[in-house]
């Protein structure tokens, strides 16, 4: 286990010692590293967008038939499953709702949500029409929340099979449009580790992506470390995606529709982070790399709180080695999507650094052109830009430019 | 219902649309509205401090000799609620803990609470010393979590106020070193109403405070609207304050003492707060104040998103008439108890803006000094820093200057 060198995470006696770091954290980019005054932004008002940018978007969403056919047919089972609720809207809405996705509003998110499965299953005629209208280079794919983790084990198997082969053959017909995650069922953690291998070993894929809870577990239990192991031995990120909060946790999210991206996503998935944290997983992991989207799910928002409350040994019962900012310094990526704001941007760069950001559509379930308009127009110098847009994906998951 | 003005808040058009605007966002002050140079803290390393700051904190803690018998009278009844792991530290701390606070590493949480006592029933000796030695003007006090909201009824009215007839003396004794929020009793919404009544028209205290949920239920239930009306009316803030998540989702923060400070507070909050938003609480009580802690727990960095996923009318069973970030400018104030980040100040005064944040130390769960150096010195221009440090509370909470 070594540490890398802590390069502009804020603690709070480096802060208070030093003022003048201080004032750079509010800076872009940080005040002492400015030495061209066309580095500044508070002397240039606007950096111009790079011409051809490339961006490659790494959140970005597909299905396949015989899933949703087989989530479809979850539903006669019924469940207190609290994705069911957008599930059903995605997977089996009603007669009235399957029209186009002309004149939604915005703000009707119910109504768009009905929309999505053609989008879903599309890969090469609407997707990559979608990507060439603006711009986008490449789609990093992945299944769908919440994947295969909702079947039992040898339909989830075949399943995750199914659509990892589907994705590697897109792929390689678009090898310069498309790379994709493969997908494992954590319920069955012998076949999930040779899905894993496979994926990346024939199917060469780029890492894995895993819908936060199995069965209302979560990876810091010992039942999974495999898993872990497995994904750190093929040195490949997993993508910890959200799902609705796990049952033992969902009582408040169901109200309000408060399950979904709105809110309860972020806190379902932060506290799985939290929860593989403080069992000391990135510890016994130490090379694990994992990737979460929307801006960290807030989690560096936190980073300071978490660090004073969670340092090694403050509470009996937690594993962690190093404070919780460290591993956002070694073991864990954020990508951008579905929070296109360019504060938080800056704050996420200047707290956690910009080696460790990556942009995201969330396609379909965000829109394309403004998270490509936010990306190109974002106040970034041309190397950060450059590095959120592509540059980060690039080096993390691996993919041949 | 009349709209405010939405002044800096980045809405996601307006960010696109003015790119000076963004560029400006990650500055302090603002862009365009720096007029001096030494305005500009890119220009200015720091500020110095402002000599004499007067400071007012904003979320600290005390506790009376009676209630603290009664939470320990309580834990003879056992149960599951997730609060009793910290209470039982600081109520019922094993002898060999029962030590002088000397000689603790700062990591260790759990022999730091168990310390905590002394401290929380002290109002005039230690404390009043430790607001002397680190020039704290005042403490707005409030009982500290869970309150009386454990307690059955009768015995909670009873205990509720006698802790606001304490509070009420104290302040007495020392009306320009404390003032303070007064306790009821949500289990009772009737007699609760009553003594906020009492509060604010007898005693004179200042607002309000509740911990979160009360038997796992939340303030936007139909049966606490008297009580939200009641603070609407009497012209007061209410301060939801954490307590660890309700029974409903507890589950995954029964580990690793995730349930606290550490995260569980954070949760458990946020959820409360988006459920009062998403029941369109405060569209009912257009001119209702609540003050949350923690760096609004987060939920400033979750703005946009909350706005993209959260806009009036985007799913069926939400009341919300406005975008969430729209309560943050004109129902909801945050503080800065237990978050010293510069970089998470700066973040939220360009986001909700400088009038809508207040100083806090969270006495005595967070050590006093660092929490004045913060505010003494983080980068904030001279305005800033005096409304932050006690302005905004003076305004806010009625605070005689």
Same mark, same amino acid.
């Given at each position: ?101 002309? &004149? /939604? ?110 069965? &209302? ?134 707290? /956690? ?49």
């Amino acid at each position: 286990m070594k540490a890398r060198p802590k390069k502009k995470l804020m603690t709070r006696r480096s802060a208070l010692k030093n003022l003048s770091a201080i004032t750079a954290a509010a800076a872009f980019p940080p005040f002492h590293l400015i030495s061209a005054p066309e580095e500044n932004p508070f002397t240039h008002k606007a950096y111009p967008p790079v011409e051809g940018l490339r961006k490659i978007a790494t959140e970005e969403a597909f299905n396949i038939p015989e899933i949703a056919a087989a989530i479809k047919e979850l539903f006669k089972e019924g469940g207190s499953n609290l994705d069911n609720l957008v599930l059903k809207q995605i997977y089996d809405p009603p007669a009235s709702a399957l029209t186009s996705t002309a &004149n /939604i509003s915005p703000a009707d998110r119910d109504r768009s949500t009905q929309a999505m499965l053609s989008k879903l299953l599309d890969l090469e005629n609407t997707r990559l029409a979608d990507m060439d209208a603006n711009r986008v280079d490449m789609h990093l794919l992945s299944l769908t929340m919440p994947g295969i983790q909702i079947f039992e084990k040898s339909k989830a198997n075949d399943l995750a099979t199914l659509a990892n082969n589907r994705l590697a053959e897109v792929i390689q017909r678009h090898p310069a449009r498309f790379a994709g995650l493969g997908s494992f069922a954590p319920q069955d953690v012998p076949s999930a580790v040779k899905e894993m291998q496979r994926c990346i070993q024939q199917l060469k894929l780029n890492g894995f992506i895993v819908n936060s809870h199995t069965n &209302n577990a979560y990876l810091d239990e010992e039942q999974f470390w495999p898993i872990l192991e497995a994904a750190e031995a093929l040195d490949r990120p997993l993508y910890i995606h959200p799902r609705a909060p796990s049952d033992g946790m969902a009582a408040p999210f169901r109200n309000y529709r408060l399950e979904g991206a709105v809110w309860g996503y972020g806190a379902e998935t932060a506290t799985h982070i939290l929860r593989m944290i403080f069992n000391g997983v990135f510890d016994r992991f130490p090379n694990l790399q994992v990737v979460i989207g929307h801006m960290g799910e807030a989690l560096p928002f936190w980073l300071w709180r978490l660090d004073f409350m969670g340092a090694p040994g403050a509470r009996a019962g937690r594993k962690n080695a190093r404070k919780p900012s460290e591993y956002f310094q070694r073991n864990i990526t954020i990508t951008t999507s579905g929070v296109e704001d360019p504060l938080a941007l800056r704050y996420c760069i200047e707290k /956690i650094g910009v080696d460790r950001i990556m942009w995201a559509i969330d396609y379909p379930y965000q829109p394309t052109a403004p998270a490509v308009s936010f990306i190109e127009t974002a106040p970034l110098s041309p190397i950060e830009r450059t590095k959120i847009a592509a540059g980060n994906a690039e080096r993390i998951f691996r993919i041949k430019v």
